[in-house]
């Protein structure tokens, strides 16, 4: 529950509960009665509790309205530069009146290790008694193998070991399967293998080995996953709550949304400290699907009292939820908290505080002392971002995970090229939603950027001023709604492809990186991927292109340009690099061909030669490197200084079994070409957008849907979209 709830039984007080991240067990047999029993809860207000409590601990330094830092609640449900101000109050996950005797399993943690192709299982089973001093056992089976654990007369913990061979490893998605255990844990009474079964759990294992390689280098520290001795560049999102009130998010709810960020090339998800730990679906699909998951604990943008009465419960929601997650293989990381030690570095919470605690006993002794105890096996950060020296400062982009949010706060996607991070675990560009998404949440007549129920929809402080100031420099800013809309999506979109791009460059000086964010929790303009009713914007294809496998990127090298090849897949890439550089109107210029053999899981720079990379005319040529799976293109001009000119679309629609196709031709450059499905059919799913045609080119988009619309429709110029349409016009 969210703020102090006291619990009634029958009249009298059972327990007042101020936590909405951790599990509450009361001991409710002096309080029932025979026949009916009652069991009332009195809420109390959660801003108005925060607002006394803040007092009472010493107000510190936090983001937003509200002092979301004295209360153990999801705190972006006080409103965030994305999300609603809802804090919400409520019974939000299961309660149960349970009963047992003898003794209950308390607690199962199975620690799965892998040597070779051995696995190995240590399961710490904590029980409690109910008064019984009787001896029991502890009978485990999994992967075919049955182990059993006797617990001396009295005691309250035990370990099973058991050996399981042959077993095949977990891997992350892209780099093998996701084989998972089941794992069958029984209490047994005290006639041992032939007493009664008193208590059972059931889970799954995979066996993987996870590391985190933090190692001095030339570059400076690396960050860098590595999973069953293997270095895994990640390609990532992150994660935060899925609806303003997340009682209402289901399993298939979280299938859909993993199966979109699948879509997008993700490999792993950052489950962000301002939110919630996530139910056990999320984590058992992303276990099945190879998604890694990396837990902040749930602290954000803030700093936390350490004294009591928050020590105890933050001590108490950590040992709850490590022991509830730590079985699931995809969970690869450990993380103490978002932004909070580099908000004590710069953002003037040293004087503020005057010498109160702030946070870093969690982030540098509780959190690690914890976890040594209860998941020794995976690693941990004291936050994100942080350098693993504390003397250094804990954005450096030499040293581990960097944040970057001058850009988009500040400056121009363009500046995402003068950081090489060793990781970037948050960088991201606003965008509006869907149209349908905005159409069904904003009733605004007429509708403009700046209308009531667009700005209400706009969280974040100068958000469409940063948004236009971002724009201009690629793009003029239209005057007629419908292409602001598709103008801002395009830019959301290229502004990201063009930082994941620049940043794989790097690999493996830099190991990763996780775009803000995937998903939202309503209809707003933001920097999600997957809008607030769940719909794909652009920003989703832009990760699938940035995030493929084989990757070919023209980047600035040493005062020039180069072709960078990142081969992401266990085999080597072999063949031809043609590079070319042409006209507009499809003449090639100038052209070389070169041989390429880039190893499995590494990434090549290829020099161009300057007098192909030298444009005779800047604003009407590209150039242009291809292998025969890959493509990447360089302009030389942003297209608003280009001559870029409105295209010659030959666009025929046909209906499939499964909805439609449509082809698309062209004779002339086409720049960013998109079909905005869901101006037809609001749930209809498009399988590629952002295609850009070289004259001569053709591209087929596949619909998915089941309604029956007149084949014209796709093909209306503000359905059929291209960043051309930004320079010639309105879509009219």
């Known amino acids: 529950t969210c703020s102090r709830n006291a619990s009634e039984v029958n009249g009298a007080v059972v327990a007042e509960t101020t936590n909405m991240h951790r599990t509450y067990r009361f001991d409710v047999r002096r309080y029932l009665q025979a026949g009916d029993n009652t069991l009332a809860v009195t809420f109390a207000s959660p801003v108005r509790y925060a607002d006394r409590v803040s007092l009472e601990l010493g107000a510190r330094p936090h983001v937003n309205h509200h002092p979301y830092n004295a209360i153990r609640k999801m705190a972006s449900s006080f409103g965030w530069d994305w999300g609603p101000d809802l804090a919400t109050v409520g019974i939000w996950r299961p309660v149960a009146l349970e009963t047992w005797s003898i003794a209950r399993l308390a607690a199962v943690r199975p620690l799965a290790t892998v040597a070779e192709s051995q696995g190995s299982l240590a399961v710490h089973v904590e029980l409690a008694r109910a008064g019984s001093e009787a001896a029991l056992s502890v009978r485990v089976t999994a992967g075919g193998v049955t182990a059993t654990a006797h617990v001396q007369p009295a005691a309250t913990s035990c370990v099973v070991d058991l050996t399981v061979q042959d077993v095949d490893r977990w891997w992350p998605r892209g780099h093998g399967g996701q084989p998972l255990y089941d794992v069958h844990v029984e209490l047994l009474g005290p006639d041992g293998d032939d007493g009664d079964v008193l208590d059972s759990w059931d889970g799954r294992v995979g066996f993987r080995t996870v590391r985190l390689e933090t190692l001095p280098d030339e570059h400076g520290t690396s960050f860098a996953l590595v999973v069953n001795d293997r270095p895994v560049f990640v390609k990532g999102a992150n994660w935060i709550p899925d609806d303003a009130f997340p009682h209402r998010v289901t399993r298939e709810r979280y299938a859909e949304r993993i ?52 020590r105890s419960q933050v001590e108490a929601e950590v040992r709850d939820n490590v022991t509830r997650l730590m079985p699931h293989p995809s969970l690869v990381l450990w993380n103490g908290g978002n932004e909070n030690i580099w908000g004590h570095a710069d953002w003037g919470w040293q004087s503020r505080l005057d010498g109160k ?70 960088f991201g560009w606003q965008g509006p939603p869907t149209m349908s998404t905005l159409r069904a949440a904003v009733s605004d007549d007429p509708m403009t950027p700046e209308s009531p129920g667009m700005l209400v929809h706009q969280k974040a402080i100068s958000g469409n001023d940063k948004l236009t100031s971002g724009l201009v420099t690629h793009l003029p800013v239209p005057d007629v709604f419908d292409d602001w809309h598709w103008a801002m999506s395009l830019n959301q979109a290229r502004a990201i ?68 090849l990142v081969n992401d897949t266990d085999e080597p890439w072999r063949g031809g690099l043609v590079l070319t550089r042409q006209s507009y109107d499809g003449q090639t210029l100038q052209r070389e061909e070169r041989d390429i053999d880039v190893p499995p899981r590494a990434t090549a720079t290829v020099p161009l030669d300057r007098v192909l990379a030298t444009p005779g005319d800047e604003k009407s040529e590209l150039l242009v490197a291809r292998t025969e799976d890959a493509r990447g293109l360089w302009f030389f001009a942003e297209d608003r200084d280009s001559l870029l000119t409105a295209p010659a679309l030959d666009a025929v629609a046909e209906r499939t079994d499964d909805g439609y196709s449509i082809r698309v031709g062209t004779d002339s450059l086409v720049r960013d070409l998109a079909l905005l499905v869901d101006k037809v059919v609001p749930d209809a799913v498009v399988d590629d957008m952002l295609v850009t045609l070289l004259p001569g080119e053709h591209v087929v988009f596949t619909v998915a849907t089941g309604a029956d619309v007149p084949l014209e429709r796709w093909l209306a110029p503000e359905v059929l979209r291209n960043a051309n349409q930004l320079l010639a016009g309105s879509s009219d």
């Open 259 to 310: 199966a979109q960020a699948q879509e997008a090339g993700v490999n792993l998800l950052r489950v962000w400290g301002g939110g919630i730990f996530e139910s056990d679906d999320f984590y058992d699909l992303c276990d099945e699907r190879g998604v890694m998951t990396w837990q902040d604990f749930l602290f954000a943008c803030a700093a936390y009292a350490e004294e009591e009465p928050m």
């Open 357 to 426: 605690s702030w946070g870093l006993g969690y982030y540098l002794e509780l959190f690690p002392r914890i976890l040594a105890e209860l998941d020794p096996d995976r690693p941990y950060s004291p936050g994100s971002p942080w350098s693993p020296n504390a003397e250094r400062h804990p954005n450096d982009p030499d040293h581990g995970t960097m944040h970057i949010w001058d850009v988009w706060n500040d400056r121009d996607y363009s500046v995402y090229r003068e950081y090489v991070p060793r990781f970037c675990s948050e």
């Open 497 to 564: 492809r063009f930082g994941i791009e620049h940043f794989r460059s790097w690999s493996p000086r830099c190991a990763g990186t996780i775009v803000w964010q995937l998903n939202d929790c309503w209809p707003v303009t933001s920097w999600a991927a997957v809008d607030g009713y769940g719909r794909r914007k652009p920003l989703l294809y832009a990760l699938a292109h940035a995030y493929a496998d084989r990757l070919v990127t023209i980047q600035p090298r040493d005062g020039g340009l180069a072709a960078v």
